[in-house]
């Protein structure tokens, strides 16, 4: 028993400071492989913050051109409001004219020469 304890007393230093060693690498091993876990997820991040910029670019842009677009409807209807107002005014001048003056009544009932009805014809075949 005394023998055992003497080989365990001089070879206890060296087990331990090499068990020391094993645990130390196997330590260094598993947190360089967090290292490389961790670049990967901040590379991962990075490419993923690159497609965020550029979608939220893309959305601006369309949100942009929807806003282009809303001001060209909003002119394109107001424009066609006035066109509508001003024939309705010209309608209704010209229906007043009509009732009030005699010669414009008389030539407003006479109807449209043949010559005038070709001609009316001839152009609009030719634009088509």
Do not use: C, G
Not at 50 to 55: A, G, L, P, R, Y
Not at 59 to 70: G, P, S
Not at 96 to 117: L, M, N, R
Request: zero cysteines; proline letters at 2%; charged letters at 20%.
């Amino acid at each position: 028993m005394i023998a055992v304890l003497y080989i365990l007393k001089t070879y206890l230093k060296p087990i331990l400071i090499a068990l020391s060693l094993v645990i130390i690498y196997f330590s260094l091993y598993a947190f360089k492989l967090q290292v490389l876990k961790v670049k990967q997820l901040e590379q991962t991040i990075q490419q993923k913050d690159i497609v965020i910029s550029e979608k939220q670019q893309k959305i601006a842009e369309a949100e942009d051109q929807v806003q282009r677009q809303t001001a060209i409807v909003l002119k394109l209807q107001s424009t066609q409001a006035q066109i509508q107002k001003n024939t309705q005014q010209k309608l209704q001048s010209v229906k007043e004219i009509v009732s009030h003056d005699y010669s414009a009544q008389t030539w407003a009932s006479q109807p449209i020469p043949d010559s005038f009805i070709r001609l009316l014809n001839s152009s609009t075949q030719t634009s088509q």
